[in-house]
Nanobody
């Protein structure tokens, strides 16, 4: 059974940091590009970041570039999103997603499996 389980969300003050993890099971992670998306209340889901299957290519939304870092450990079957200098506008449910191929796509249409999400709240 293909499954993605996110963890690491929580409440953090502005300027703080969090590291999200996405544990993958039921498929060969090393063959899949992976992505992170987020959805804030009342807003559409938006792409945050992606990483190709071997980690050679990464991409970031302009809103998080320079603050977030995506990485992966295929041996540990885990994908990470390190978030620093967090802002209130980063508040959202963050979702991990498995790509249909090995590349690093931005469109949600190119992702075939989604996790249940983890809440990130940035507030003082």
């Amino acid at each position: 059974q293909v499954q993605l389980v996110e963890s690491g969300g929580g409440l953090v003050q502005p300027g703080g940091s969090l590291r999200l993890s996405c544990a993958a099971s039921g498929f060969m992670l090393e063959y899949s590009g992976m992505g992170w998306f987020r959805q804030a209340p009342g807003k559409e889901r938006e792409w945050v970041s992606c990483i190709s299957s071997r980690g050679g290519t990464t991409g970031y939304a302009d809103s998080v570039k320079g603050r977030f870092t995506i990485s992966r450990d295929n041996d540990m079957k885990t994908v990470y999103l390190q978030m620093t200098s967090l802002k209130p506008e980063d508040t959202a449910v963050y979702y991990c997603a498995r790509g249909a191929a090995s590349n690093c796509p931005k469109s949600s249409l190119n992702y075939v499996t989604w996790g249940q999400g983890t809440q990130v709240t940035v507030s003082s």
